[in-house]
């Protein structure tokens, strides 16, 4: 019945894999709603059946390697980091400090992701405890 099912559409195929924590371009968010950017060099595909989703891994980040964006430069640095790239591997991370935040930048960043003319995949997430810690250490 399941083979019927999916033959004839009413059933999707597979699930995809969930999504990595990490990928090429990341922002954080702190809780005065300021942006942070930084990249990591992530070409290729993931794959893997002994990888842990709910864990992420040691990426080694740097606090020289996060940057302040500013409100106004936010456009600017989709469209130099992000929109200069193919298609596919236009996919951006935001992680937030805190769960609760109100910021202008945000709102200008996830204007520019959503747009269908930009062609931009991205993900929402709780900021990771190794950000968490790198930008603490930068803000000192």
């Given at each position: 019945m399941r083979r019927d099912s999916v033959e004839k559409g009413l059933l999707p195929g597979p699930l995809p894999p969930p999504v990595p924590f990490y990928k090429n371009y990341h922002f954080l968010v702190d809780?005065?709603?300021q942006?942070?950017?930084?990249?990591?060099?992530?070409?290729?595909?993931?794959?893997?059946?002994?990888?842990?989703?709910?864990?992420?891994l040691f990426m080694g980040l740097k606090p020289d390697k996060l940057f302040q964006v500013s409100e106004t430069n936010v456009a600017e640095v989709v469209k130099k980091n992000i929109l200069s790239q193919e298609p596919s591997?236009?996919?951006?991370?935001?992680?937030?400090?805190?769960?609760?935040?109100?910021?202008?930048?945000?709102?200008?960043?996830?204007?520019?992701?959503?747009?269908?003319?930009?062609?931009?995949?991205?993900?929402?997430?709780?900021?990771?405890?190794?950000?968490?810690?790198?930008?603490d250490y930068k803000m000192i």
């Open positions: 809780s005065a709603g942006l942070y950017y930084y990249q990591l060099d992530q070409k290729g595909w993931f794959c893997g059946t002994d990888y842990d989703y709910n864990v992420p591997f236009r996919w951006a991370i935001i992680g937030l400090i805190n769960d609760t935040i109100e910021s202008n930048g945000l709102a200008k960043l996830m204007d520019i992701l959503k747009s269908d003319l930009n062609k931009v995949k991205w993900n929402l997430r709780k900021a990771t405890i190794e950000e968490s810690v790198i930008f």
